[in-house]
C-alpha cells in the first residue's frame, strides 16, 4: 500500500508568528529612512565608505532592535502565562477552604438532621436550611432558595423549594460535591479561549458522511477534513494554551470523597416535557428486573413538576436533581450552562460513583445490572456505542490537545468491519487513507451519547474535560468535533476528553440498526437498537484474527425510539405519523420483533402505559399541554393494547 507524503499537522510555534510579524516592522521602520533622506540636505558630498559603514551599522541596529522586540514578546507571554496560573492558583486556594468549611458544616449538618423532622422546632429546621442553603450558593445567593425570605412566592413554589431541601439531606455528600463543581466552573471560566467563534467554512460543512451502510465516499483524508472548517494557526495556538492550562490545573484537583464508594445508578436529564417519556424508560428497566437507584436532573425551576419529583418517582426508587439548588444561579449564569451541558452536568453531580446515563426516550431490553460487571467496563471504566456517522473530527484537534499525528504514523485499521480482519475498502482509492484509521485518534464511527456506561473512580476527568468541552462547544469544539456533520453537539465531547487525557475506554462494535415496520408497503424505521456490550466484547475477542465474514451478533441491549411512536395522542392523531394499516391501527417494529427481543416490548410497554395513565390517572405535561385529558389519552392506550395482544405471538 502506497505511503504518501508525510504531512505533519503540528501546529507553528507561536514564536515564530510574532518573529514574522516583528519583521515586518522592522522591515517597514528600514523602508521608511531612504524617505527621510530625501527630506534631508541634498548638497551633502556622497561618501561611498561613509555610506557602507552607516548601512553596516543599521543592520547591526536593525539585528538590535529585533532581538529586543522578541525579547519583549517572550517577556509579556511569560507574564501572561504566569497571570493565568496565579488565577488558577488562587481558585485552587479557594477550593481547599471551601473544602474545610464544608467538612466543618457537614459536621454541624449531621449533627442537626434528627431534629429536622421535629415539627415543634422550626429554629432548628430554619438553621439546617440556611446551613445548606450557605453550601449551595454563592454569598450573593445566600437566601435565593430559601422559602422563608422569599415572601413573593406563591404556596405552590414554596412547598417546592422545601421539598427541594428536604430530599437533599439524604445525599450526605452533596454539600462538598456541589461546592467542588462551582470551583470547576470557575476554573472553566478562567480558561476561555480568547478568539473569535468558529463559524466559517471553506467548502462548507461535511454532510452524507454515512458510516452504517460502508460508503467510501467521503473519504475522510487529513486534506479533506482539512478543507471544511477554518482554523488559522493563531486559534489553534489559543485553543492550545487554554487546553493546556485548565488540563495542568485539574490533574491536580481530582476529588475522592464526593461520592460514595461502590454505588451505581441510572441517570437522566429530565423535565416537564420528558417525563412520559422517562417514566417508561423506568418502568421498562424495573420490568427487566434491575432495582438501581435512578436519578432525573431538572434544569430549571419551570421544569420542576412537584408531583412527579415526590409522588410519582419514589415509587420506582427513583429521585429528582434541581440543577438550581446544586450549583448557584450566579455560577449558573456566569457559565451560560445550556442544554448541551446537562448530560455532563447530570454525571458530575449525580451522586453515583458509577453511572449508566440515558437519553429520556432510551428503552432497555435486558437488565443493565450486568454491565457493570462486565469486562469491557471493568478493564476500561467507560464504555460507549457507535453512531450512524463517519468521524469527522478536525486534524488539529489532535495538535490543540498536544498529539502528534501525521499521514505516516501507522495505520490501526484498513476499512469498515465489526469483528475480525476482513475489511471493507474504505476510500475508492487504495492509496488514500482515513485520519481516523490512524494510530492515535479517535475511532470510526462517531459516538451516540444516547447513553454512557462510566466510572467517575477512573473517569472524573473525562467528565470534567468534556464539561470544559461543552461549555465552549457551541463556538468553537462542536465544530472542531464534527464539521457541521449529523447530531453535531455533546455527543463526541466524552470520547474527545478521555482521548485528550488518555484514559482507556471501550466502544461496542456492533453497529447501530434500524427497527421498524412495513406498513401500507413501506417500510419505515422507527427505533435504533443498540448492542450488548457485554456479548460485543465477547464476540470480538473470540474473533479477534479471523478473516472470514463473522455472522454471530449481538444480543439487542435497547431501542432509542422516536418519541411521537410511544406518544398514544399523537400516534394516531397526527398527521405526521403515517403508522395506520388497514386496520387503523399497526405494530411499530414489525411482527418478528418479539423474536429479537426474546417478549413482547411493544405490548409490554403499552401496558405500562395503562397503569400510569388509566389506574393511578398520572397527569402529563406533555398530554396538558396539546390539551389531551388523562381519560382520553388513556382510552387511546386501550384500544392499542386489544389489537397488539391480538397480533402478539
Given amino acids: 500500500m502506497c505511503n504518501p507524503t508525510k504531512k505533519t499537522l503540528k501546529t507553528p510555534k507561536y514564536l515564530v508568528f510574532l518573529f514574522v510579524t516583528g519583521i515586518v516592522i ?55 502565562e504566569r497571570a493565568f496560573e496565579l488565577e488558577n492558583e488562587k481558585l485552587l486556594e479557594q477550593l481547599q477552604e471551601t ?45 435565593q432558595f430559601n422559602p422563608m425570605y422569599h415572601q413573593e412566592w406563591n404556596s405552590h413554589k414554596k412547598q417546592v423549594m422545601e421539598f427541594i431541601y428536604e430530599d437533599s439531606l439524604n445525599d450526605t455528600l452533596l454539600p462538598e460535591r456541589s461546592e467542588y463543581f462551582k470551583n470547576i466552573f470557575q476554573l472553566i471560566l478562567a480558561n476561555k479561549p480568547n478568539i473569535r467563534p468558529l463559524s466559517h467554512y471553506m467548502n462548507g460543512r461535511i454532510s452524507n458522511a454515512v458510516y452504517a451502510n460502508r460508503q467510501t465516499t467521503p473519504c475522510l483524508t487529513v486534506d479533506e477534513l482539512s478543507s471544511h472548517l477554518i482554523l488559522e494557526d493563531s486559534d489553534v495556538q489559543a485553543l492550545q494554551n487554554t487546553h493546556h492550562r485548565f488540563v495542568r490545573t485539574l490533574s491536580s484537583i481530582y476529588p475522592n470523597d464526593i461520592y460514595e464508594p461502590g454505588t451505581r445508578g441510572i441517570v437522566y436529564v429530565g423535565g416537564k416535557e420528558s417525563s412520559w417519556s422517562i417514566m417508561l424508560s423506568i418502568m421498562n428497566i424495573r420490568d427487566s428486573g434491575c432495582n438501581l437507584p435512578v436519578e432525573v436532573l431538572i434544569p430549571s425551576y419551570h421544569e420542576y413538576s412537584l408531583d412527579m419529583c415526590k409522588n410519582v418517582y419514589p415509587r420506582y426508587n ?19 450552562i445550556h442544554r448541551h451541558q446537562y448530560k455532563s452536568v447530570a454525571l458530575a453531580l449525580s451522586s453515583f460513583e458509577e453511572v449508566l446515563l440515558l437519553d429520556a426516550d432510551n428503552y432497555l431490553l435486558d437488565n443493565p445490572e450486568k454491565l457493570f460487571y462486565s469486562k469491557p467496563f471493568q478493564e476500561n471504566g467507560m464504555v460507549t456505542w457507535p453512531d450512524l456517522w463517519k468521524r469527522t473530527t478536525h486534524p488539529r484537534f489532535y495538535t490543540i490537545i498536544g498529539k502528534d499525528i501525521t499521514t505516516d504514523t501507522e495505520r490501526r485499521d484498513y476499512g469498515y468491519t465489526e469483528y475480525g480482519q476482513r475489511f471493507t475498502q474504505v476510500c475508492e482509492k487504495e492509496e488514500d487513507v482515513p485520519l481516523h484509521q490512524l494510530e492515535g485518534t479517535m475511532a470510526d464511527p462517531s459516538s451516540d451519547s444516547s447513553q454512557l456506561l462510566i466510572s467517575k473512580r477512573e473517569h472524573i476527568g473525562t467528565i470534567i474535560l468534556s464539561m470544559y468541552y461543552n461549555t465552549y462547544g457551541p463556538e468553537y469544539y462542536y465544530p472542531i468535533l464534527s464539521q457541521g456533520a449529523s447530531g453535531q453537539g455533546d455527543k463526541e465531547t466524552f470520547v474527545a476528553a478521555a482521548h485528550a487525557l488518555d484514559k482507556k475506554y471501550y466502544t461496542v462494535k456492533k453497529m447501530p440498526e434500524f427497527v421498524g415496520s412495513l406498513v401500507q408497503e413501506k417500510w419505515r424505521a422507527n427505533a435504533m437498537a443498540q448492542f450488548d456490550a457485554t456479548e460485543d466484547y465477547e464476540i470480538a475477542e473470540r474473533y479477534r484474527d479471523s478473516t472470514e ?24 392523531h397526527d398527521e405526521r405519523v403515517p403508522h395506520k394499516g388497514d386496520t387503523g391501527r399497526s405494530r411499530l417494529y414489525g411482527d418478528e420483533f418479539p423474536n429479537v427481543a426474546k417478549y413482547d416490548f411493544e405490548l409490554e ?17 406533555v398530554f396538558e399541554r396539546e390539551g389531551v385529558s388523562t381519560e382520553e389519552a388513556c382510552r387511546e392506550v386501550l384500544e392499542q393494547i386489544a389489537y397488539l395482544e391480538m397480533t402478539t405471538m
Fill in 26 to 80: 522592522i522591515t517597514f521602520t528600514v523602508e521608511k529612512v531612504p524617505e527621510q533622506q530625501k527630506n534631508s540636505d541634498t548638497s551633502v558630498p556622497f561618501d561611498a565608505s561613509r555610506e557602507a559603514t552607516s548601512q553596516q551599522d543599521n543592520a547591526e541596529s536593525d539585528i538590535e532592535l529585533e532581538n529586543q522586540y522578541l525579547k519583549a514578546l517572550i517577556e509579556q507571554e511569560k507574564q501572561d
Fill in 99 to 143: 473544602k474545610k468549611e464544608v467538612n466543618r458544616l457537614r459536621d454541624n449538618r449531621a449533627r442537626r438532621r434528627p431534629m429536622m423532622h421535629d415539627a415543634g422546632n422550626p429554629k432548628e429546621s430554619k438553621l439546617e436550611f440556611e446551613l445548606l442553603t450557605k453550601l449551595k450558593v454563592d454569598d450573593s445567593d445566600e437566601h
Fill in 318 to 336: 427513583a429521585r429528582c436533581l434541581f440543577l438550581p439548588g446544586l450549583i448557584s444561579g450566579k455560577v449558573r449564569h456566569r457559565n451560560k
Fill in 549 to 572: 465474514e463473522v455472522a454471530e451478533q449481538p444480543a439487542v441491549l435497547l431501542l432509542h425510539v422516536k418519541s411521537r411512536e410511544l406518544h398514544p395522542w399523537r400516534k394516531y
Fill in 605 to 621: 410497554t403499552w401496558r405500562n402505559m395503562e397503569k400510569l395513565l388509566c389506574e393511578d390517572k398520572i397527569r402529563f405535561h
